[in-house]
């Protein structure tokens, strides 16, 4: 699996949007991208994944670079429950094998 | 609909005293994981299992045994038990609908004196 860059914190104020960037510059044609998020003290929480084409569902939007070697996770108007740890991972699609998590962007987000 | 359960919450421990970690899902999913997350740090696979019956090793599989009972339980074992495995442990069950989507387990705290 592609090993993922992400910065160590961002902070975002409550309201604004919070893109979250992830590198992943040695990911593969078949690899996805995949975010999760853990707010503290609780287990991760799958947000959304993508290949190539920009995603979107009711948590965030996925922007993938058309070269694939980067990608952003946007909140679009962020609340204080956004406050939490990122996780940008890559991976082959459908696998047995497990999700590796680095350790992520802690988001704060500020009222 | 629970989804992913985990008993106990919490636990405290004497080095070499042993306890089974309970995990259970009603989702009907094949695969099922168990993680540990210690402070500062990211996940890490403890073991997995892929299918009823079947178990393998993750990242960090050192003094730690698993039994897939069924479809919907997969316990973690520690023999005995070590101040180095004091951590939180989340159990994970994985949909094959939807690519790698797994479902957490609110997780276990647990400490080795």
């Known amino acids: 699996d592609a090993k993922t860059t992400q910065p160590p914190s961002m902070d975002c104020a409550e309201g604004r949007a919070a893109n979250l960037p992830c590198n992943h510059s040695?990911?593969?044609?078949?690899?996805?991208v995949y975010w999760y998020r853990q707010i503290h003290s609780q287990g991760p929480q799958y947000i959304i994944h993508?290949?190539?084409n920009n995603e979107t569902n009711e948590m965030a939007s996925l922007i993938i670079t058309e070269d694939r070697k980067s990608s952003t996770l946007i909140l679009p108007h962020a609340t204080l429950r956004d406050t939490a740890v990122y996780y940008c991972?890559?991976?082959?699609?459908?696998?047995?094998?497990?999700?590796?998590f680095g350790t992520g962007t802690r988001l704060t987000v500020i009222p | 609909n629970a989804g992913v359960t985990q008993t106990p919450k919490f636990q405290v421990l004497k080095t070499g005293q042993s306890m089974t970690l309970q995990c259970a899902q009603d989702?009907?999913?094949?695969?099922m994981y168990w993680y540990r997350q210690d402070p500062g740090m990211g996940l890490r696979l403890i073991y997995y299992?892929?299918?009823?019956?079947?178990?393998d090793k993750g990242e960090v599989p050192n003094g730690y045994n698993v039994s897939r009972l069924n479809k919907r339980e997969f316990s973690l074992r520690l023999e005995s038990a070590a101040p180095s495995q004091t951590s939180v442990y989340f159990c994970?069950?994985?949909?094959?609908?939807?690519?790698?989507?797994?479902?957490f387990g609110p997780g276990t705290r647990l400490l080795v004196l």
């Open positions: 991972i890559v991976r082959v699609g459908l696998g047995a094998n497990n999700l590796f």
């Open positions: 299992s892929a299918s009823e019956g079947t178990t």
């Open positions: 040695t990911i593969s044609g078949n690899e996805y």
């Open positions: 993508g290949l190539k």
């Open positions: 994970a069950s994985r949909t094959e609908l939807f690519q790698e989507t797994q479902y």
């Open positions: 989702m009907n999913h094949n695969s």
